[in-house]
């Protein structure tokens, strides 16, 4: 089983960045693809960004060319810089990963941080 932990969530004024970081641990587990998704208030989980196996890399309209996703595959970390932040970005960011043993393929999701942006 693996697990998740995100990190790097605060409070912004707009304009400012974030960089947010996820770190997969456990044992005998490959990651397929990993993503960064967020939910504000009153609202549903939406996807902000991806980075899949080949390094493709996919963002949602309202975040392109402010948000990068990166990852390390040393230290099985994915990570989320985030520019130019709106108060509409404000939201909890969870982390999920897509990864494979010897014997199925899951999705691992963090607790969320949360990020506040005000205006």
């Known amino acids: 089983q693996v697990q998740v932990e995100e990190s790097g969530g605060g409070s912004v004024q707009a304009g400012g960045s974030l960089k947010l970081s996820c770190a997969a641990s456990?044992?005998?587990?490959?990651?397929?693809?990993q993503g960064w998704f967020r939910q504000g208030p009153g609202k549903q989980r939406e996807l902000v960004a991806t980075?899949?196996?080949?390094?493709?890399?996919h963002y949602a309209g309202s975040v392109q060319g402010r948000f990068t996703i990166s990852r390390d595959n040393a230290k099985n970390t994915v990570y989320l810089q985030m520019n130019n932040l709106k108060p509409e970005d404000t939201a909890g960011y969870y982390c999920?990963?897509?990864?494979?043993?010897?014997?199925?393929?899951?999705?691992?999701w963090g607790q969320g941080t949360q990020v506040t942006v005000s205006s």
């Open positions: 999920n990963v897509r990864y494979q043993t010897q014997s199925y393929t899951a999705d691992a």
């Open positions: 980075i899949v196996s080949d390094g493709r890399t």
């Open positions: 456990g044992s005998e587990f490959s990651i397929n693809n």
